[in-house]
């Protein structure tokens, strides 16, 4: 795994975190930061999904890559 997503777990730990030990006063921003926290650390399983290509485009692909001859 690239060095950046270990980076966005840890700071999406410490976001939750600092959420959670937010005192009775400040309840609706201790629970936004921990969701936000929570968002910022799995940001690599989610963002993959909406962005990657799905299981039929993945397939094409390597249809697209059998067919093609390779050219030395």
Do not use: C, N
């Not at 937010?22 to 910022?40: C, D, Q, T, V």
């Not at 039929?56 to 050219?71: A, H, L, N």
């Amino acid at each position: 795994m690239a060095p950046s997503i270990f980076f966005l777990h840890f700071i999406g730990v410490i976001i939750v975190l600092i959420g959670l030990t937010i005192k009775e006063k400040h309840k609706r921003l201790g629970i936004s930061l921990a969701l936000a926290g929570f968002l910022i650390g799995t940001a690599p399983v989610w963002y993959g999904h909406f962005v990657g290509p799905s299981p039929s485009e993945m397939r094409q692909i390597e249809i697209q890559q059998y067919m093609t001859p390779d050219i030395k």
